[in-house]
């Protein structure tokens, strides 16, 4: 089956303004930006990033079967004089207008999620349950920057019925210009946390930074926040600053609009029982820890918001799954047993990171297994990450964490404040630190591996799964 025609070439010729050379096509059925990936039929944009210029890779990216690529005019004489072209002055500003261009055409009801923590599994969970209603369009990976949303945005089908898009940022003034490319119905903050401190004055800072995003928000739309969250009443006075008038709480705070009633919190699952815009729900959630229980409150409630069938909604949340590098598990084999493996490697904070804790606090283990945290550098902290990562002391022995291994110079302050008996081992980075993991482990374990992306922790989840190769945990 032939895939369907996102955009036709005259299509993306009027939206970008652009000039054409060679042979185009119809159209294309999708876009891409990675050479390596590409499907044939799709258009391929050559963005210029901090490392590689794309406009190096349009002629590979042609030969695995694109159907045309889109190049700034500054280079477009590189190529060959056939080769099928759109032309214009920035690639980049290009793709957002495209983008605008989809959002306009787009009948879809829109929601998108920022916050601290938690933005990827909230995005994921919304692709679930709406995609069990309808034709829904949600951002790939973390797709959440200023080429991440215009690409997702303008990947999205004039036919869906809900889009989700994912919104980051680590400075202020950055999530403002995307979210008015994205135009929201509904928007989710899901936490305002002490991260990236290295460039924000204080937590309050950051508050403001996020709610960027009440900018957006289409008339007569709504923002979902989390009463729980210290800083709510800011957020919602800079909500009603802005005009929204519907702001719907989630929490265990007995005046959220979203409430938490009962929680039973598994090793590989939750049950919750909660009020969803007061209506009664109780409903298996495929993912452990409290902070994804607390998450499924604000998927619930901005799907309501956005038109789903609440029970159907509550249903398919039993069958989401961690996203790679956020929870997943492996059972590893060894000589004589299984030990578990979860892995948290792509990224961290100390919200994130405390959470990811209390997680493996309730892993279950075998009759001589220990639970073992594995942890690499927070980054972007500034001067508070020494006290911060010290800080996570408090959460290791909250958890019942037997060992704990650590990475990085930032982790030394941990290591240093470590029990004795808790110590694993200490090395300067990830690579150091690999052969210590492969030789700790042993039958009934459950080890989590989290850091900072910088912190490269996922080379420790490589070396043990090349070790000890083993299959998906149930």
């Known amino acids: 089956m032939n895939a369907p025609q996102l955009w036709t070439s005259q299509a993306m010729v009027e939206a970008m303004r652009a000039s054409r050379r060679g042979a185009l096509p119809d159209g294309v059925t999708g876009l891409s930006i990675d050479s390596r990936t590409i499907a044939a039929g799709e258009a391929y944009f050559a963005i210029k990033g901090d490392v590689h210029d794309g406009h190096d890779f349009v ?3 042609l030969a695995a079967g694109a159907g045309l690529a889109v190049v700034a005019k500054a280079q477009a004489d590189k190529f060959a004089p056939d080769a099928p072209l759109l032309v214009v002055d920035d690639v980049l500003a290009g793709l957002v207008n495209l983008a605008g261009a989809s959002r306009a055409r787009l009948g879809a009801q829109v929601i998108a999620v920022t916050g601290s923590v938690g933005k990827t599994s909230t995005k994921e969970a919304l692709r679930r349950l709406l995609g069990a209603q309808g034709e829904t369009h949600a951002s790939a990976a973390s797709f959440n920057n ?22 980051g940022m680590n400075h202020a003034g950055e999530i403002e210009p995307l979210v008015k490319m994205v135009r929201p119905h509904v928007a989710i903050i899901t936490t305002v946390e002490p991260v990236h401190l290295e460039f924000f004055a ?15 928000v289409e008339r007569g739309g709504a923002v979902v926040l989390n009463r729980d969250n210290s800083q709510f009443a800011r957020l919602r006075q800079n909500a009603e600053k802005l005009g929204i ?35 009664d729900v109780t409903y298996k959630l495929g993912m452990p820890g409290r902070h994804m229980a607390m998450n499924s409150l604000a998927v ?56 990811a804790l209390n997680v493996l606090g309730q892993a279950a283990i075998g009759p001589h297994g220990r ?18 990562h010290r800080g996570l002391n408090e959460a290791i022995n909250a958890n019942r964490i037997d060992l704990v ?17 808790k110590r694993g081992g200490y090395a300067d980075n ?29 080379t420790i989840v490589n070396a043990l799964e090349k070790r000890f190769p083993g299959k998906a945990a149930v």
């Open 405 to 421: 291994y650590c990475c990085g110079p930032l982790m030394r302050n941990l290591w240093d404040a470590l029990s004795a008996g």
């Open 300 to 355: 619930l409630a901005a799907a309501s918001l956005a038109g789903a069938d609440l029970a159907l909604a509550a249903l398919s949340l039993s069958q989401i799954e961690p996203a790679a590098g956020r929870g997943v598990r492996r059972a590893l084999d060894l000589d004589n047993g299984e030990a578990t493996l979860i892995d948290e490697s792509y990224n961290a904070n100390p919200a994130s990171m405390a959470a």
């Open 59 to 61: 002629a590979a990216a």
């Open 202 to 216: 204080g937590i309050e800072a950051i508050a403001d930074a996020k709610a960027e995003i009440f900018g957006g």
């Open 245 to 279: 008038a519907r702001i719907v709480s989630f929490g265990a705070d007995e005046k959220s609009d979203a409430r938490l009633l009962d929680l039973s919190l598994h090793a590989t699952c939750s049950a919750v029982h909660a009020s969803i815009l007061g209506h």
């Open 371 to 388: 639970r073992i945290a594995m942890l690499g550098d927070m980054l972007e902290l500034g001067p508070t990450g020494p006290g911060l």
């Open 146 to 167: 200023h080429w991440g949303v215009p690409l997702s945005l303008a990947r999205c089908p004039a036919s869906a019925r809900f889009a989700v898009f994912e919104i």
């Open 430 to 458: 990830a690579a150091g630190l690999e052969a210590q993991a492969v030789s700790a482990i042993r039958a009934g374990d459950a080890i989590m591996i989290k850091g900072s992306l910088g912190s490269k922790m996922k």
